[in-house]
Structure formats: C-alpha cells, structure tokens
C-alpha cells in the first residue's frame, strides 16, 4: 500500500481554538481523501471527505484544505470542544480499486478546558 | 449508511488456538474489508471480501492465517488461526455500499478487541 503521512502524532488544544493536522500522500493516483474520527472503544467513523477538484471542503466546524501540487492535505477543527477530543485518521484512496484505504498514521487530539 | 455489528466485541485466546470473527451489516452489500488495528497504530487492510468469490488478501496476510467467508451479501466471518500474542489488535470489519462505484466511502463496525496470552 502507499503511504500516507500523517502529523502531528498528538495534539493538546485548548477549548475554543484551532485543531490542525496534516497529511502528505506520495501516489498522484489517489482521488478520494476522508477523515476518520474514532473514539476509545469504537470503530472509525466518517468524518468528511474531500476529492482533488476543489481545494476546501467545509462541514460546520470542519474544513479540509487541499493542495493538490504539493500532495497535502489537512483537517481544521475550529472552535474544538472536549467532544472532539479522539483520535484521527487521515485516508487516500484510488477511485476504482476496491475502495481499498490507505490511512495515515493517526493524531490523538485532546481538547483542555 | 451502513449499521454494521461485530462478534464477539473482545475476547482473551491462548495461544495456538483460533477466532472466528463475525461481521454483520443491516443492508445488502458488494464489497466487505476487514482491518487490523494494533494498540496505538494505524488500521491495516487485511482483505477484501466480496461475495461470490475469493477474498484478496493485501501483502503479508495469507489465507492459511485469515481464512474469511463470505456467504451472503450481509455477513462475513474473519477467522484468526494459531493465534500468537502478535495477534493481539483490534479486528474490524468495513463495507462500502456502494461499491466502489461512486463515493468510495466506508463505514466501520465497533472492532473486536482480541488479547491472546
């Protein structure tokens, strides 16, 4: 599978402020990029998703960023609550190849009062 | 969407013995997958499994240490055999509705936690 690159591996955010994590995929091939959130305990769940033909992609408190020609792509959580602290996971896929997922490396997010 | 139930949620095996693994979803699907999830790490896919044919498995699983079944549009099964402490991760099944045709997206059951001792 290709890589997909994740950072920061952990993050502390205080109540009311930005959460940014990134990612860097290697294979041009990838068309399909989504977001897991996943709690201690449970399965990830869809978060948002965003395809290379637009650059942002916005749902309530949650955005993605895409930059196609550097490969990048991230995740802001504005206004980050205790309920967003979980951990996330970054995907890239090939539409056409089985939906076969290729995750990044995981971010804890904890949120702090 | 998709619901999608695991059996068991969590289990405690001796080494050398095997678990099967139940995958259940709420509607009819084409394409199953099931992940592995080492503590603290990343999902990795383990194979896919549509019905009505071989499951393909991904590079460094084979078929002798995860033989999965599919029968039936709903329901698939991921057996881990001669279990080692190596073994120990959180074992999930995903679906994607549609197939792979149109929004690539998947939907992930609960996970069964597996600790073999």
């Known amino acids: 599978q290709q890589q997909v690159k994740q950072s920061p591996q952990s993050l502390i955010v205080q109540k009311g402020g930005i959460s940014i994590i990134n990612c860097a995929y290697e294979n041009t091939a990838f068309d399909y990029f989504p977001w897991y959130q996943q709690f201690p305990g449970k399965g990830p769940a869809l978060l948002i998703a965003i395809r290379p033909d637009v650059s942002e992609k916005k749902e309530g408190r949650f955005t993605i960023s895409f930059n196609k020609s550097a490969k990048q792509f991230s995740l802001h959580i504005m206004d980050s609550q205790p309920g967003d602290s979980a951990t996330y996971f970054c995907?890239?896929?090939?539409?056409?190849?089985?939906?076969?997922?290729?995750f990044g490396t995981g971010t804890r997010l904890q949120v702090t009062l | 969407s998709a619901v999608i139930s695991q059996k068991p949620s969590r289990d405690i095996c001796q080494r050398g013995t095997s678990l099967t693994i139940q995958c259940q979803v709420d509607?009819?699907?084409?394409?199953m997958f099931w992940y592995r999830q080492q503590p603290g790490q990343s999902l990795t896919l383990i194979a896919t499994a549509n019905q009505g044919s071989e499951a393909t498995y991904e590079s460094g699983f084979v078929i002798d240490k995860f033989p999965i079944s599919r029968p039936n549009l709903t329901f698939s099964t991921l057996t881990v055999s001669n279990m080692s402490p190596e073994d120990s991760s959180i074992y999930l099944c995903?679906?994607?509705?549609?197939?792979?045709?149109?929004?690539?997206?998947?939907?992930f059951g609960p996970g069964t936690r597996l600790t073999v001792l």
């Open positions: 995903s679906v994607d509705p549609l197939g792979g045709l149109s929004t690539d997206t998947q939907y």
């Open positions: 509607s009819q699907v084409t394409m």
């Open positions: 995907a890239a896929t090939r539409s056409g190849t089985a939906s076969k997922l290729t």
